[in-house]
């Protein structure tokens, strides 16, 4: 009898049924077969202990996602994206803007006057695109020559009102500006400073100056025998070092952005005496060995960074 109920309740065949089988928790297929049966003594507890247990649902686990809709999203990116005119970035009636790649920048001009978007000295136009080429009078002009040579793309609207972007080929890169049409706040000129320019231009000169510094030093002459005791300022030295002749006292950048702290020699006695130093880039160098130096600034409560050269006899035998 049970093994004819479990035949007609595997209609798939023996495979599947074997498989289902397996799947079957511990004792439910001998409560089956008191329930076929007939047995009466067969209790829902046992029931719902012998069903198979409910498996957790699985939390779906994948990137965050934002609620916002994708429209909203790229108009609030293209805003933030934006750089609005300032008066504390402005010289003369010219707007200048911090260059940065992917940047918007505003411009506001007005019927029946020309504004100018000032490039960068040296730079070589490629192309000018514009949104609107109807309603806006797009053209460019140069001034200066040689090395000071700049290009001028130049910006008339025919109504007020009106809104359109200009995208700016260079040989350097390309600018992105917003123009809009309003005679109440009309600008006369644009143009941009580049910190990464500037920046690049910094590391050049510090590298020369390394490079300068370093002509004609023998490394293997080299010696850092030296100890740097006393306050700590920003422009405290990293490092002292001699080449058996001059003295080379190394600074952190913060130094050529603040005053030059002097240089004193201790001398006999432990007199304070200046002594004759040239600067190159970050370093002072100083033609001559000494024992004992410090670096003072201020007034009042002076700022002392105390220089001392262990084996000091032996560096002055050098001498």
Same mark, same amino acid.
């Given at each position: 009898?049970?093994?004819?109920?479990?035949?007609? $309740?595997? !209609? #798939?065949?023996?495979?599947?049924? *074997? &498989?289902? /089988? =397996?799947?079957?928790? %511990?004792?439910?297929?001998?409560? +089956?077969?008191?329930?076929?049966?007939?047995?009466?003594?067969?209790?829902?507890?046992?029931?719902?202990?012998?069903?198979?247990?409910?498996?957790?649902?699985?939390?779906?686990?994948?990137?965050?996602?934002?609620? $916002?809709? !994708? #429209?909203?999203?790229?108009?609030? *990116? &293209?805003? /933030? =994206?934006?750089?609005? %005119?300032?008066?504390?970035?402005? +010289?003369?009636?010219?707007?200048?803007?911090?260059?940065?790649?992917?940047?918007?920048?505003?411009?506001?001009?007005?019927?029946?006057?020309?504004?100018?978007?000032?490039?960068?000295?040296?730079?070589?136009?490629?192309?000018?695109?514009?949104?609107?080429?109807?309603?806006?009078?797009?053209?460019?002009?140069?001034?200066?020559?040689?090395?000071?040579?700049?290009?001028?793309?130049?910006?008339?609207?025919?109504?007020?009102?009106?809104?359109?972007?200009?995208?700016?080929?260079?040989?350097?890169?390309?600018?992105?500006?917003?123009?809009?049409?309003?005679?109440?706040?009309?600008?006369?000129?644009?143009?941009?400073?580049?910190?990464?320019?500037?920046?690049?231009?910094?590391?050049?000169?510090?590298?020369?100056?390394?490079?300068?510094?370093?002509?004609?030093?023998?490394?293997?002459?080299?010696?850092?025998?030296?100890?740097?005791?006393?306050?700590?300022?920003?422009?405290?030295?990293?490092?002292?070092?001699?080449?058996?002749?001059?003295?080379?006292?190394?600074?952190?950048?913060?130094?050529?952005?603040?005053?030059?702290?002097?240089?004193?020699?201790?001398?006999?006695?432990?007199?304070?005496?200046?002594?004759?130093?040239?600067?190159?880039?970050?370093?002072?160098?100083?033609?001559?060995?000494?024992?004992?130096?410090?670096?003072?600034?201020?007034?009042?409560?002076?700022?002392?960074?105390?220089?001392?050269?262990?084996?000091?006899?032996?560096?002055?035998?050098?001498?």
């Amino acid at each position: 009898m049970i093994r004819s109920a479990f035949l007609f $309740a595997c !209609p #798939l065949g023996l495979g599947a049924c *074997a &498989s289902a /089988a =397996a799947a079957v928790p %511990p004792g439910a297929a001998l409560l +089956a077969a008191k329930l076929i049966a007939g047995d009466s003594n067969v209790t829902a507890r046992a029931l719902r202990s012998a069903a198979p247990a409910r498996s957790k649902p699985v939390a779906k686990v994948g990137r965050w996602h934002d609620p $916002a809709p !994708p #429209l909203a999203r790229v108009d609030a *990116a &293209s805003r /933030a =994206a934006v750089h609005e %005119p300032a008066g504390s970035d402005s +010289a003369g009636a010219v707007q200048v803007y911090p260059f940065a790649d992917g940047s918007l920048y505003r411009l506001s001009t007005a019927p029946g006057r020309v504004s100018d978007i000032a490039l960068q000295p040296g730079e070589t136009l490629i192309s000018v695109a514009a949104g609107d080429t109807a309603r806006w009078v797009i053209g460019n002009t140069i001034s200066g020559s040689g090395a000071s040579q700049r290009t001028h793309v130049l910006v008339k609207p025919s109504a007020a009102g009106l809104a359109t972007n200009l995208l700016i080929a260079t040989d350097r890169r390309v600018y992105r500006v917003e123009i809009e049409s309003d005679p109440r706040a009309a600008m006369a000129s644009i143009s941009w400073t580049y910190p990464e320019d500037a920046l690049l231009a910094l590391r050049v000169r510090q590298q020369a100056a390394q490079e300068r510094v370093a002509a004609g030093v023998a490394v293997e002459a080299l010696n850092f025998d030296y100890r740097i005791e006393g306050d700590r300022p920003e422009w405290r030295p990293l490092r002292v070092f001699d080449d058996g002749h001059q003295v080379f006292i190394e600074f952190p950048p913060a130094l050529a952005d603040g005053e030059a702290p002097p240089l004193f020699v201790t001398g006999e006695g432990g007199r304070a005496e200046l002594v004759n130093y040239r600067v190159r880039g970050r370093y002072y160098v100083v033609d001559r060995l000494f024992t004992a130096a410090q670096l003072r600034l201020g007034e009042g409560r002076q700022q002392v960074v105390r220089i001392i050269r262990d084996g000091g006899p032996r560096a002055m035998g050098r001498s």
